[in-house]
């Protein structure tokens, strides 16, 4: 007979392997590189803080199963603080590398946008 779920044992574990664990679990990190789409207007919370929101595209090759595959998609993003104001000086086309975390649209809109907290230009992509 399975013991139940609420009946399971747990080893106990040493603490740097439940901090290992926990790091895993919540590890929301994405680096994307590509030509911004487009870009939305400068805006600024109540509070006071700059935020845009814009579109980046990628295209590149991968490897999937021991095979090349061309990818190709758009991201929706958004920066706020110091990338925004960063980002209003941009046009589309421009070559971009960004990194930061996803996070739903919305509460009622569950759809992926990547926070843009690190933001690199390059020529071109």
Known sequence: MKPSP???????????AERAVATSLSSNRTELAGQLQERGSLRYT????PVIEFRIGHASEQIEAANPRRVECELACVAVGPPALLLKETSPGMGLVVGGFLAAR????????????????????
């Open 6 to 16: 609420s009946r399971r044992l747990r080893l106990p574990l040493k603490p740097e």
């Open 46 to 49: 109540p509070a006071g803080v």
């Open 106 to 125: 919305s509460l009622k809109q569950k759809a992926p946008v990547l926070h843009v907290t690190t933001i690199e230009f390059a020529e071109k992509i």
